[in-house]
Structures are given as C-alpha cells and as structure tokens.
C-alpha cells in the first residue's frame, strides 16, 4: 500500500477529522502532507494552508508535551497507535476538547514515516464530564461543611451556658445540653433520650429544682401542661434553683419544639438597680432642685428662687390689688469680722442674721440671702402701708444687737434699702431696692432708705466716679501731698504727714474727702494707699538724698491695706534709716481686735514702723483698743482743738487727754492749728507737737526742708 492508497482508503476508516503527517528527511519531527474536509472545517483551515505545518499545532500548547511524552511511550513499547483525550486549538485560537487517535506506518521503497491522526470533537461531552466532576467536588465540599457545621452547632449546643432542648412532635425528648440537665436533675443520667416531657416536668418538680413551684406543685403541673398543650409556656420567666431564666420556645416545620431558657438573672439584678438607682436619682433630683433654689450656709432662698417668688407675687398682687416691698439689706462691718475674726465666725454671723429675718417676716413673705452678705425680703402690704419701713427698722434693731460666739461678742450693723410698687416696676424692684441700700449706706450706718427716683442721678454719678477712679490707678494719677508736723516749742519741722490727692486730668486737684467713700466701696482704697506711698518714699529719696536727713513720714492707713499681704512687701524695699508712722484712721474697729490684727501690729514694730492713732477724741476710739494697740502717739482731733483758745471747756477736754496719754506714755500731736494763740494754749497744757494751716498747707515737697522752722511764718501754700 503507497500513500496515495492509504489516502483513498482514508474515508473508508473514519468520518472525522484527518490528518496525514510524514517525518521530516533528516527523521526531527514531522510536517503535514495531507488533511480531510472534515479537519479543514473542525480546525478552521485550508488544506493549503496547513500542508508542511508542524502536525502539533493543531494541539493547545499546555497540552503538547503530555502528547509528545505519550508518543515517546508508544515507541519505547514498540506499539505503532494510541488515543488520548487532550485541547485541541483552532486557527482562529479557540480550542476545544478531541478525542485523538494516532497511528504510525512505514510505506513505500525506500520505507518512509508516515503518521495518521483522526480527531473527534467531544467537547460537549468533555464538559459534561467536567461538569459532573465539579458537581461531585461541589457536593463533596458542602458534605464537608455540613459536618463541620453540625459539630460546631453540637459543640455549641453543648457549651451553650443556656439550657436547650428540642422536643419532636409527640412530645419526647429528642437532644438537651448540659446545662438543661442541671435544671431538671442532680443527676445528668436520669434524662433519656426519648422521655416524654410531662416525665421531665416530674423530675424537675421532684427535685425541687422549680422554684415557683415549690409548695404548689401539683397546681403548677396542671397549668404548665394546659399551657404546654395549647403550644405555648406557663410564664415567660421561670426561676429554678435561684436563677431567673426567660423561656423562648419556637416550633420547626416537622413539629419539633425548641425550648431556649436563657439565663437573664445578672438582667434582672441590673434592673432591679437601675430602678432602685433611679430612684434614688428622683430623690436627688429633688433635693437638688431644693438646694438649686436654696442657700446651702443659711438656708434660706437664694436668686433663683427670689426670681421665682417674685414671678408668683405678680400674679397675687394682680388677683389681690396689694403691692410688694423689696427690703434689700446688706451687712455693716461683716468684712472685718471675716479679715479678723474668720470665716468660721462670719459664718456663724450669717447664720444669726438669717435666723433674724425667718422670725422677724411672716409666713407669706420670701426671704433670700443673693450674695454674701446680702439679703431680701418680698412682702406683700396695702398701698401706703407702713408695714414694709416699720419692718426695716425691726431687722436693723435685731442685727445691730451683740452676737455671742464663743467667749466673744460680734458686733455688726444693717442697712436697709427699699422698693415698692406702684412706683417701681415689678421686674425692677430689686435692682431699685440695691440702688436705695447704697443710699442708706452713704447716709451712715445702721440706716434705712426708700428709693426714689432721684437716686438714679447719684447712682449714675457714683458709676462714673468709680470707673474714673480704676482709670486714674491705671494712670498714676492718686499723688502724695506733704503737710509739715512742727515742734511747737521751737517751730522746727519734725516729720511730714502724707495726704493722699487726686491729680485728675479735668478736675485738677481733688482732696482724698471727695472720693474717699466711693473708692472703699469698689475697693480700690488700698491701691491708692499702695500707690500714695510708694511716690511718697521714691520722692524723699530724690529730694532728701542722704539717708540721715531722711524725714519721718506719717500715712493714713485703712485697715484693708493694713492687712493686705503687698503693704509688708512694700515695706521690706524700704532702707535702713528710713523713718515711718502708720497713722490708724479706722478706730471704729479698735473694739473689734483680734489676735490677726495684733500680730500684724507686732510685725509692723519689728520693722521699725511707729502706729499712731488719728482723729482721737471724735468718740470712735476705745481705752481698751488704745492699751491693746499700744501706739507711740495719739493725733487729737481738729474739731477740739479749734475752740481751746476761746473755750474753757474745750481747753479742759484737750487737758484731759493730754494727761491720758501721759498716764499711758503716749505722745501727742494737735491737728487743725490755725492761730498762734492755739499754739500757745496747746504749750501751756503740755503739748509739744501740732500741725495745721497756721504753719503749712498739704503741699508738693518741693520748697519744704527737714530742718524748716514754720513757727509765726507766713502759710506755705
């Protein structure tokens, strides 16, 4: 047979796909000779195009060295066909699975290599195969994880801290965890798969394991089973063995019942807290709304709650025709009595005054403490009623009356500022009520004022002058004047006392008198003390330069800068030689001495510094606050030594307390001279030191000498 019979008889051997290959001369692979119609159509070609082509073309090149490997095999067999399934690509690149089978034969003289392949398409069936195969894996895995979910649904069920248990639809006992055990027996063995659930009920009633139970169990059997029947539980929460569980029962499409007792014991203990908590919470709520409205020290109402009050006062003077009084009272002395007695007494103070006002105030009216120590009642009255001055008077009396704390007596004052309607607006009442309290207060103490409305004008002007003041400490402009002490013997110049002015942009100079009273309102008295005495000490300085020719510098000082913690640092930049008197001009507060005061007194010795007291004689001063104080000098009022040159009585006076200063070995100085004939009086009764016009006016220290004799000289302006 040649190739051109083998080519004939081609169709006769098979209906698909073939391909005639011969090896290549030199026996290194073979190249195609000859193809069917039916390759052409399956591989997308033309027998033109394909003759002399590598014959393994025709195969995906992922899958050519498994088929030359095959080839291989064949030969080393000596076997001349084989078939194998493999990826067949087409000329167009797509591919497709064949069935391929393969046949070597020798033809011809000289034997030639001739290699015959048929191919058939199967890849339909292929990836049936494929399909099958992949289904077959698919179901494998979901077995797989079937198991592994029911181990894990199991180990979970069996972990499960909550009782589970699943009942069929006849009602037996088809799995339980653990923890279901432990609620129905001791005993983990005595349930049985298969048990009825009625039996279960039984042996968890038997062993007392139903708390609810307990005493009444066949009533709690009858109705846990009607309940049981009726495909629902007997209660939502049961409690077994001191535990609450909350019961979930559900039913599966095959009638299984599942039951799920989940543990909410920690739940309910957390309520029962929470609702204990919130109670308490409604308490504190309570209490706190009351303290809200209320002052902690005293008791009493404070703003918020006077605001409150005031807003049903309206309502009752407009269903009752009667009109409300504001009494806005506020403490005299009571920032002593905390600067030198203690907080604990001021508080003590605070209580009393609070007790006052709650007996002194009928039922109806409101009392409120609105700053520290500060109060107001509301009452109502007639128009043109009395009852709100006459109650002021009430208060200002019981205030002013010793209060005992301790072994001690605290004495301090009230006054008393009043508003009312109709001729002040409700919503106004209380600013105007502080507007007349600061009148009373400038009128003295122990006072009570009505407002009118000519009391905004001075409020107005007092607002501006106390601005100016904090201006004019910020500016520098608070300046000492110098004012000569003379010895009256030989007229010579033996200290200057400092007087504290205003050197006001506008107004010129302005004497400490007209502004004195505005700046221990705001506070500020003590700066311009600060001040004053810090210019006075640099000016001596530069004017006297030597520190032996430094002069004796006498300062009015008020008790908040005597104890104010900057006046000891002021003093400690001071220079050895340097000379100063402290002249007390608050002896109204010498009956009020305390240990503080006293002590600050000796410190003020250990530097050196001499106390006088200013003003004696004006009837402020006390024998006892005098040996207490121990000063090196008292300064006899102006007002008794102006008539001593004219008055006998006057001059009998002035004697007096020479001689009671001698008798304490306390010096003297006479304030007020205007005459010669004032200096010698003042000689013939023992006096050797006096100031006033009749020898200098307060004045710059320029011109003014140390050593100056003044006696008989013209006034130094």
């Known amino acids: 047979m040649n190739l051109d019979e083998l080519i004939n008889d081609i169709p006769l051997m098979a209906v698909e796909a073939v391909c005639v290959a011969r090896r290549n001369p030199k026996g290194e692979g073979f190249h195609v000779v000859w193809v069917n119609d039916s390759f052409c159509e399956m591989f997308v070609t033309s027998s033109d195009a394909i003759q002399n082509t590598d014959p393994f073309a025709m195969l995906h090149w992922d899958y050519v060295a498994d088929f030359k490997s095959a080839l291989e095999e064949m030969d080393a067999a000596g076997e001349t066909n084989f078939s194998q399934d493999t990826l067949c690509l087409r000329s167009d690149g797509s591919s497709f699975w064949g069935g391929v089978s393969f046949v070597r034969m020798v033809h011809g003289e000289p034997p030639e290599d001739y290699t015959l392949t048929l191919v058939r398409n199967i890849d339909t069936l292929k990836n049936r195969e494929q399909s099958a195969e992949l289904a077959l894996i698919e179901n494998e895995h979901l077995l797989t994880k079937l198991e592994a979910v029911q181990t894990r649904l199991m180990s979970a069920i069996t972990m499960s801290p909550d009782p589970f248990c699943i009942y069929d639809a006849r009602d037996r006992l088809v799995i339980w965890n653990p923890a279901f055990a432990k609620t129905v027996a001791p005993n983990p063995d005595d349930l049985q798969k298969g048990m009825l659930q009625h039996e279960i009920l039984d042996l968890g009633l038997a062993n007392g394991f139903i708390d609810d139970a307990i005493g009444r169990e066949e009533e709690f059997r009858t109705k846990y089973l009607a309940a049981w029947h009726k495909g629902g539980v007997l209660s939502p929460v049961v409690r077994i063995r001191g535990r609450d569980y909350k019961v979930i029962r559900s039913e599966s499409p095959n009638g299984d019942r599942v039951f799920r007792r989940v543990d909410i014991s920690e739940h309910l203990r957390q309520q029962r807290e929470l609702q204990n908590y919130a109670e308490r919470l409604e308490v504190a709520n309570r209490e706190i709304s009351e303290q809200a409205l209320h002052d902690e020290l005293t008791g009493l109402g404070n703003r918020r709650y006077l605001n409150t009050r005031l807003e049903d006062l309206k309502d009752v003077r407009r269903n009752t025709g009667l009109e409300i009084a504001a009494l806005h009272t506020d403490l005299d002395r009571f920032k002593q009595i905390n600067d030198t007695m203690g907080h604990a007494v001021g508080d003590h103070v605070l209580k009393h005054v609070a007790d006052i006002l709650r007996t002194q105030v009928r039922e109806e009216d409101v009392v409120a403490r609105i700053g520290g120590d500060e109060f107001v009642v509301l009452t109502m009255c007639a128009p043109e009623s009395e009852n709100p001055d006459k109650l002021a008077g009430r208060l200002i009396d019981e205030i002013c009356r010793p209060i005992p704390y301790d072994d001690r007596l605290c004495r301090i004052g009230a006054s008393v500022g009043i508003a ?16 007349a309290l600061y009148k009373a207060k400038t009128g003295g103490r122990a006072m009570k004022a009505t407002f009118d409305h000519r009391d905004l004008d001075a409020l107005r002007s007092n607002k501006r002058l106390s601005d100016d003041i904090f201006r004019g400490l910020d500016a520098f402009e608070f300046i000492p004047l110098y004012q000569p002490q003379v010895n009256l013997d030989t007229g010579d110049v033996v200290a200057f006392e400092v007087i504290a002015c205003w050197q006001h942009p506008e107004r010129g100079l302005l004497p400490m008198s007209e502004f004195a009273s505005t700046a221990m309102e705001v506070q500020a008295d003590r700066k311009i003390e600060g001040m004053v005495f810090q210019k006075a000490i640099e000016e001596c300085r ?65 530097l050196g510094i001499s106390l006088e007291v200013d003003d004696f004689g004006s009837g402020r001063a ?61 000689l013939s009764l023992g006096c050797r030191r006096g100031q006033g016009p009749f020898f200098a006016r307060p004045g710059p220290l320029k011109g003014l000498s140390k050593k100056s004799n003044l006696l008989g000289s013209p006034k130094v302006a």
């Open 542 to 606: 530069r004017h006297f330069g030597e520190v032996a020719d430094m002069p004796v510098l006498g300062f009015n000082v008020g008790l908040s800068r005597l104890m104010d913690a900057a006046l000891l640092a002021d003093l400690d930049d001071l220079r050895k030689g340097e000379l100063v008197v402290f002249e007390l001009n608050e002896t109204v507060f010498l009956e009020d001495l305390n240990a503080s005061i006293l002590q600050r007194f000796e410190t003020l010795r250990d």
């Open 420 to 435: 009312r309607t109709p001729v002040i607006a409700v919503d106004e009442l209380i600013a105007c009520s502080d507007i």
């Open 622 to 682: 006390s024998i006892v606050g005098l040996r207490q104080i121990a000063p090196q000098r008292l300064k006899i009022d102006r007002h008794l030594i102006e008539p001593i040159a004219t008055s006998e009585g006057a001059r009998r006076l002035v004697r007096s307390i020479i001689d009671f200063a001698g008798a304490l070995n306390i010096g003297i100085t006479a304030d007020g001279i205007t005459s010669d004939a004032q200096v010698q009086e003042l």
